[in-house]
């Protein structure tokens, strides 16, 4: 039975903490926060003992195989540097790094030892994610992709830089992931990005991806949040030249050129959970899901993106 511990228990570490639990072929050994109140109520809940708020102490157990990695964006690359070099597997939230740097960096030291660095891109184990690449064939030939999300409050941190590196790489990762999970790496991309700050804090963030193919499919999200979002909202639009597909919620629609139309209602599976399992599937020794280069494609694509906004909506190749 493998090991794990669980670094960071808000949020997603509190997701993978619970699928974690409940499965038989782990078992969580280390809970690592900075909140001590927490750690103690989390471990008596799940029973784990091994409890800590130092982070580099539960690396220095030899008898760990690996971590989940679930802290601010700013942390992830070090830990999970770190991690893999005292010999353990990690589970990493997105996005897998802050700066392109340190995400070519990440995967070279995934390269040199050999270590599972399971990127946790969830989307991917989305019904609606699945549904759509079930049907990409009956769409011909794709031509354009569109995203909108809008949330109409604006977390305090969101506007905090050097905490998450990039609006992109946090807000529009998911729209990203997808699209390169079903056509692959994009040929060059560009972003645009407006805020309005007020009393020291953004009171609204409206951001903007574009990129694109050589084949001349072309991809477009916007993420608004804050006052300029009356309440949230998400859609997805994905048109070939045999018809399209549009998503929100759970409700997949297809249009087919000919006129007739299919509405496919999704269930409500936890993707968290699968990819968690996916996880444990490749610390037991299955074949990984995708090299690390490859997790670290959409990353790459979304701070690129903000690169291009910060630097004119200069269009970069990727």
């Not at 995203?147 to 790489?169: C, E, H, R, T």
């Not at 597909?245 to 249009?255: F, S």
Request: aromatic letters at 8%; glycine letters at 10%.
């Amino acid at each position: 039975m493998k090991t794990v511990g669980v670094i960071g228990l808000r949020g997603m570490g509190a997701s993978r903490l619970k699928h974690l639990a409940g499965m038989e072929r782990v078992r969580v050994e280390w809970l690592c926060t900075r909140d001590e109140a927490a750690l103690a109520e989390l471990g008596s809940e799940f029973g784990v003992d091994k409890t800590t708020t130092d982070w580099r102490a539960m690396l220095a157990d030899e008898s760990l195989d690996a971590v989940c990695v679930c802290t601010p964006n700013y942390l992830h690359a070090p830990m999970a540097e770190a991690a893999m070099l005292a010999g353990k597997d990690v589970l990493l939230e997105y996005p897998m790094g802050i700066t392109l740097d340190e995400v070519d960096h990440l995967v070279a030291v995934a390269g040199q030892t050999g270590r599972v660095c399971h990127l946790g891109a969830t989307t991917r184990h989305e019904p609606q994610h699945l549904a759509v690449a079930n049907r990409l064939g009956e769409l011909g030939e794709p031509v354009e992709l569109r995203g909108v999300l809008a949330m109409p409050a604006v977390a305090k941190w969101y506007g905090n830089q050097d905490m998450i590196g990039s609006f992109f790489a946090l807000a529009n990762f998911h729209f990203v992931d997808q699209v390169v999970d079903w056509f692959g790496p994009p040929a060059w991309v560009s972003g645009s990005l407006w805020q309005r700050q007020g009393g020291g804090e953004i009171s609204a963030i409206s951001a903007s991806m574009f990129f694109g193919y050589e084949r001349g499919l072309s991809a477009h999200v916007n993420y608004t949040m804050g006052v300029l979002a009356q309440r949230a909202f998400m859609q997805f639009e994905l048109i070939g030249v045999d018809g399209r597909m549009t998503w929100r919620e759970r409700v997949l629609e297809h249009t087919r050129r000919d006129g007739s139309a299919e509405t496919i209602v999704l269930d409500d599976s936890d993707s968290c959970q699968r990819d968690t399992e996916q996880f444990v599937a490749e610390l037991l020794g299955e074949p990984m899901a995708g090299p690390p280069a490859a997790a670290a494609v959409s990353t790459r694509v979304c701070l690129l993106a903000e690169q291009s906004a910060r630097s004119g909506h200069v269009t970069l190749a990727v």
